[in-house]
């Protein structure tokens, strides 16, 4: 139907508001396919950084990885960076520069690729592939065995709080931003709003949902470990209204993780959830902090902001990180 002056306005108008909705779902369904923070297209490296490949010590299998060896004297901090739920190894890291200019070592290793298989997501090997691309630094670097740190967003914060379980190796601290902590609760709730990840959580459990699987798969249902490490968690207010992962995933595991007297309580978690909430004052890079919790081996850290990593404040940390 073309518009001129002879149509009547009722019908351009309609015509017009349909034109809308039509470029209006276009927008949301690219958004969907390619969030900001699970982009496969930016693969675009800075000079200093190669690829090397690691083979697994549970299947023999090669896995690639990029590295980054620091060219400073004497024994240097290495940060493990997991890339996110849809991704590989060669996702673009915008921590990477960051951490070369501050003389780390680095190294972003696939650990089974997207995670839309049974061996990737947190399975045995995915997460021996994590250690033994630790084991690879360690192994071949000049390594500060007491600033080994591991650190992902969304699905590699999934990853991370999983390697916070299950690592065999002395990491001093992992930072999880957004992270996915429960595959059960999540698959409900992708499946609720028709995203992508309902079907790839199907896929890892075989090829149909298997709570058995899922749990399996989630830092919320796993052994509590025995580690002096801490694990920070950082979760965007808006994340699971704007984003893919409501900001529970982060609550749960950090009251699963803190002493009773540090949890969240049932009130603050609704308020939080609602975002009927006064900020506390504090802000990281110029965001308001919502909410702060901090325990013995976990804090939680609900910041201004969505379904991301804020970059800048990541990297300071890592960089000046002292134990607490």
Partial sequence: ??????????????LRSGLVLVLWQSLVAKAEKEPEW?????????????????????????QKAYVHESEQDGARPLVVSLHTWSATYA??????????AAGFH???????????KPEAAASALALQDIDDAISYCLENWNVDSERIFVIGTSG????T???????????????AWVPITDLGE??????????????????????????????????????????????YLYAGINDGYSGSVPISHSINLFNRLAEPEDQVNGATFVRLLTKAVEPTGEKIENRDVWHRSDSQRVSLTIFEGGHQMLVEHAAEQLINYRAD
């Fill in 106 to 116: 680095y190294i972003r290793p696939d650990f089974r690729g997207a995670n839309t």
């Fill in 1 to 14: 139907m073309l518009l001129n002056r002879r149509t009547p306005w009722i019908a351009r108008a309609l």
């Fill in 156 to 159: 590699g914060g999934h990853a």
């Fill in 186 to 231: 999540w698959y409900l709730q992708c499946r609720q709003r028709g995203l992508k990840y309902a079907k790839h959580i199907e896929r890892i459990c075989g090829g149909s949902f298997d709570p058995v699987v899922a749990a399996e798969r989630s830092p919320m249902h796993l052994p509590i470990p025995e580690r002096s490490a801490r694990l």
């Fill in 38 to 62: 699970d982009s496969t297209k930016k693969t675009d490296w800075p000079a200093g950084f190669e690829v090397v490949e690691i083979p697994s010590t549970m299947d023999g299998k090669i």
């Fill in 91 to 100: 996702q673009k890291d915008p921590l990477a520069p960051k951490l070369q």
């Fill in 161 to 175: 709080c999983a390697a916070y379980f299950k690592s065999a190796h002395p990491v001093a601290a992992f930072f």
